[in-house]
């Protein structure tokens, strides 16, 4: 998939044929890459499986397995470090982490399936992460088996409609101001909302 992304240029269409491609992938130009739900992508336990550098990219219908194991880099199935993208009706599984935005606004997080990796609750990565991201839709996501959904000196986000279960904090928010929260189902988690 990486040499294919690097072809198809800036604001690109990418649709690639159902398989399984090796990752790590980095997007470092607008794109819309559409798996059609056949397109998986595997990390083989090393790194983030795609890591979007760019803004308006359109990340839909793949499945994202195999990130690394390490806290400290955020080995995520996506990491956004641009805005205005959409992460949309994905599968993220034996991911540690599922989406991480880092100072990364207005992108919208729509309709994904986030699994992480089978260890400890603890030891888990977060399954949607905001860190000082602003104006985000996080929203109709099912998770579960992961840690959180953080959102850490972030605001006015839209936290709406996900299912969260069998996790640690459905929620937990930490110097996170006017973020609306509605419309969430939190089932057997050890917390439903920590503020």
């Known amino acids: 998939v990486a040499g294919d992304v690097d072809q198809a240029g800036p604001v690109g269409v990418l649709e690639p044929a159902p398989g399984v491609y090796a990752g790590p992938v980095v997007l470092r130009h607008p794109i819309r890459i559409d798996g059609g739900g056949g397109v ?55 991911c540690l982490f599922g989406v991480d935005l880092a100072q990364s606004n207005e992108n919208v997080v729509k309709g994904n399936r986030i699994h992480s990796k089978n260890m400890e609750m603890g030891m888990r990565g977060d399954a949607i992460r905001l860190w000082y991201s602003f104006r985000n839709a996080i929203v109709e996501n099912d998770i579960s088996d992961a840690r959180d959904i953080v959102v850490w ?32 189902e939190y089932r057997d988690n050890m917390a439903g909302i920590f503020l």
């Open 153 to 184: 000196y972030s605001a006015d986000n839209r936290i709406v409609g996900n299912k969260v279960s069998r996790s640690r904090y459905a929620l937990h928010t930490m110097y996170a101001q006017k973020n609306i929260i509605e419309d969430n």
């Open 40 to 94: 998986s992508i595997d990390a083989g336990g090393h790194g983030t499986v795609v890591r979007i550098e760019a803004s308006g990219v359109v990340l839909r219908g793949l499945r994202l397995v195999g990130s690394g194991s390490n806290h400290d880099t955020v080995d995520a199935g996506v990491q956004v470090a641009g805005s205005g993208n959409v992460v949309e009706d994905n599968s993220i599984e034996d």
